[in-house]
């Protein structure tokens, strides 16, 4: 719990009333991580990878998207974390008190041992499906639904061969290959 939330992400988003661009602002960011503007069904309308590691300050033109619910998603090593805003007459406003953090899950895989884990600050329900795959055909080996939990910790031993492990939870789906 103490490393996912070292990973927690600082963000500022500052509008202004006589500015034509939105500016966001976070003050740490790693080379991998990933920005991205989405509509209110996900599409996504703006995607940039960070190339740099520190702070990361980029102004944005939002004032001509079309009326409608929008968010910036900043897409960490084990977590996503959203900032809506709303465009409404061409004039943005953020929609600070909606503001969420998702974690990613984690998988770890030692010899014929693969340990999972993630974090889920509302008890949110995780879906887990491990797959075999027997000469390119995927056979379903364990499926299993975690509820009420902050901490989810699972160790599942596997037998030699390639395996699909497929997570999901906040409406996302997470995929791990595993060779043993």
Same mark, same amino acid.
């Given at each position: 719990?103490? *490393? ?81 805003? *709303? ?19 984690? *998988? ?11 974090? %889920? %600050? ?59």
């Amino acid at each position: 719990l103490t *490393t996912v939330s070292g990973f927690a992400v600082e963000a500022k988003v500052l509008v202004k009333k006589d500015s034509k661009k939105t500016a966001l602002i976070l003050k740490e960011v790693k080379k991998g991580n990933q920005i991205s503007i989405k509509d209110a069904n996900g599409l996504i309308l703006y995607k940039e990878l960070i190339e740099t590691t520190g702070a990361y300050k980029k102004g944005f033109d939002l004032n001509q998207l079309p009326d409608g619910d929008y968010f910036f998603e900043v897409e960490k090593d084990l977590e996503i974390n959203t900032i809506p805003f *709303t465009v409404n007459a061409n004039e943005v406003s953020l929609n600070k008190e909606n503001e969420e953090t998702f974690f990613k899950p984690y *998988t770890r895989h030692e010899n014929d041992m693969v340990y999972l884990t993630k974090l %889920s %600050s509302k008890n949110e329900t995780i879906k887990i499906k491990v797959y075999a795959n027997h000469d390119n055909d995927l056979q379903l080996v364990h499926s299993e639904t975690v509820e009420d939990v902050k901490i989810m910790e699972r160790v599942y031993k596997l037998e030699t061969g390639n395996y699909k492990i497929v997570i999901n939870s906040n409406n996302k789906e997470y995929t791990t290959f595993i060779n043993n």
